[in-house]
């Protein structure tokens, strides 16, 4: 069965997905809890890599939700195995390092594990934000092309901060989008997952798209759906995806990522990558060969 993938347009798309998905993170960051409206007043459209934003950042620079998935692939790549602990060590270290930005649901969860070595977080209807979502790139990675690797490793990385139903499924659908984009399916087989989604959680629902881009996991899922499936490049899809203001970030990262995977390095816009911090990009290149030489793919080639 594996005859039929290209090894090196694997490599390419799924660098492209993590190198996407920082530029998303970093290009969103700038907008980042801006309404449509003041994105609009202020940019025009938005679409260039800048810094600023309510976190000060430089030009290029990443946030938590590259952060947070660096986490979990180094934690792969260190252990050639996957090791919960040592993704949850690494969310401790990192969030000891005081980093520029972390997530509530994300903090609360790691300081548990921090006071108590608590591993999955209890069930919690609230815990329905987004940070479980944003670094799944990683696992995705690191099961391609298993689906039932990537099922048990995405609720397994997730339930570290966020466990909540609502957000598995998030998690698992992306990851299995990951999955196919890499592999090289079109459009229509992604929107069939995607639709797939919708059918078992309809509040995940994306047509009429309702414009709303906040940290809640449903509305980011419904923006980076909308403007994955409306954009016809790389660009069109995330500089959309940002222009919703809100948790633009991650909509961005997480739009990015897809699109990354989809279009493939050729698709990603020089201008944007020069602006790239050098050091995260060059991190990024050696984890994704890592954690594709360590894939069950891979393994069977």
């Known amino acids: ?73 180094r934690a792969v790549v260190s252990r050639q195995t996957w090791a919960l602990e040592a993704v949850a060590d690494n969310f401790a270290a990192w969030l000891k390092s005081r980093p520029v930005d972390c997530g509530d649901t994300c903090r609360k969860g790691i300081r548990a594990y921090m006071l108590h070595g608590t591993l999955e977080m209890p069930l919690n209807e609230w ?13 995705a990675l690191y ?73 809640y996991v449903v509305d980011t899922m419904q923006t980076v759906f909308h403007w994955f499936f409306r954009g016809r490049s790389f660009e069109e899809c995330l500089v959309g995806a940002v222009n919703q203001g809100a948790d633009a970030d991650t909509t961005g990262a997480i739009c990015a990522m897809l699109a990354g995977a989809y279009y493939g390095m050729e698709g990603i816009p020089q201008r944007w990558l020069k602006k790239m911090d050098k050091g995260v990009i060059t991190e990024i290149e050696i984890v994704t060969d890592k954690l594709l030489a360590a894939s069950p793919l891979w393994r069977a080639f």
Not at 2 to 8: E, S, T
Not at 21 to 43: C, H, N, P, Q, R
Not at 155 to 179: F, K, R, W, Y
């Open 127 to 139: 815990d329905a934000g987004n940070g479980a979502a944003m670094r799944m790139l990683p696992v």
């Open 143 to 215: 099961s391609l092309p298993d689906g039932e690797l990537l099922r048990k490793y995405a609720v397994e990385q997730a339930h570290l901060t966020h466990n909540n139903p609502v957000s598995d499924a998030a998690c698992i659908c992306l990851g299995e989008m990951l999955h196919l984009a890499i592999c090289g399916a079109e459009k229509s087989r992604l929107r069939r997952q995607a639709d797939g989604l919708v059918a078992r959680f309809p509040t995940f629902n994306f047509e009429p798209y309702r414009g709303l881009a906040t940290g």
């Open 1 to 73: 069965m594996f005859n039929q993938y290209n090894p090196d347009e694997i490599r390419d798309r799924a660098r492209a997905a993590f190198i996407g998905m920082a530029i998303g993170d970093a290009l969103g960051a700038t907008v980042e809890f801006m309404t449509t409206s003041e994105i609009a007043s202020k940019y025009g459209t938005f679409k260039d890599i800048i810094g600023g934003g309510w976190l000060r950042l430089k030009p290029g620079q990443v946030t938590d939700d590259t952060q947070m998935a660096l986490c979990i692939a």
